[in-house]
């Protein structure tokens, strides 16, 4: 590619009703997306999933913008970049801001399957062509709102698996509920680091639910007390957050700290470095599966093709828009059907809807 502008955008979209965790809420997704403009008329368009502040992880969007705009950008500009090595070393020295990078990386992939006319999970050598996405369902304000919440969305959706946000005085009685009205129901649960190791009673009490994992339960960057937490429980551990390169990867898998890892690409440093994750877990026998960040539908399009890699083995958090948003930038939805989506038709909805992408900016930047 030969960049010779770039736009950087930030855009509210609005969510069907608040999606809580433990540490935050939101009644809208803030997200950041770029358009690379190439010398030869294509258009890359890339996503950042970071939030308006790092409650997740120490990036945040106007860290995002504030980095594309005075480094990034002046570093790919009216430059020849063809590989995505050549692209990694632009930011090589750059310690953390994985989803700057991302957002930089998506749109450079976006440029590749255009020039090359093959789809992003040809590129990145996914061999599936269907693959199965789960509902992520947030926290109501209280236990008993949880409850409620959490059972109308099964009702409503009929999952083939859901996940559920957990936090302490919302978790066993929270489980229980749901075991009473689905017994059989493919279910784990995610504590986005709101536990410690004192808490180990309340994970033996879920370890009894018959749970297909528990993720992140401790400290956002920790993989030490989680090899302690995995040592007693049966259940397994999939970590999270506390996995954001490929070195922290093989830490966690040496010293036996989970047995899934949750792979955001974001959060790695890319889709790249996500398939590299991937291979080295599939090397362990840890299977992955790709989370989601509720990202817009463009974000969610990259998601789909990289779940599409071999060793993505468990349901996917494919944020789906009918799912979360009141409205979207794409011009088409992506289809699922009974929990599956069929990656191949999903290869002509790379479109924005640019009347959208204009009523949900809220600031803009161009550089050149």
Known sequence: MFITKAEIYKIYLPLKEPFRISVTSMTNREIVLIK????????????????????????FNDGTIHLL???????????????????????????????????????????KSQQTGKPLRKLWGGTKTKIPAAISIGLGVDLKDTIKRVLRYIDTFAPERAKVKIKPGIDVKLITAIRDRYPDLPLFVDANSAYTLKDISIFKELDEMD??????????????????????????????ESINSYHTAEQAISIGACKIINIKPQRVGGYWQAKLVSELAAQNNIPVWCGGMIESGWGQLFNCHISTLSNFKYANDICLTK?????????????????????????????????????????KITTS
Request: aromatic share 12%; hydrophobic share 40%.
């Open 36 to 59: 690379l403009y190439d010398k030869n008329g294509l258009i890359g368009i890339g996503e950042s999933a970071n939030f308006d502040y790092p409650f997740y992880e120490p990036d």
């Open 211 to 240: 749970l297909l994992m528990i993720e992140q339960p401790l400290s956002y960057n920790d993989i030490v007390d989680h090899s302690i937490l995995q040592k007693q429980i049966r259940t397994p551990i999939c970590l999270d």
């Open 69 to 111: 705009k005075t480094y990034l950008i002046p570093a790919i500009l009216n430059k020849k970049i063809d590989t995505i090595e050549e692209l990694e070393a632009v930011y090589k020295l750059m310690r953390g801001n994985n989803f700057t990078k991302t957002v930089i990386e998506s749109a450079f992939w976006h440029l």
């Open 323 to 363: 799912w979360y948003f009141a409205d979207d930038i794409l011009q088409r939805e992506i289809p699922e059907k009974n929990g599956i989506i069929d990656v191949t038709k999903t290869d002509n909805l790379f479109k924005i809807d640019e009347a959208k992408l204009s009523k949900y900016t809220v600031a």
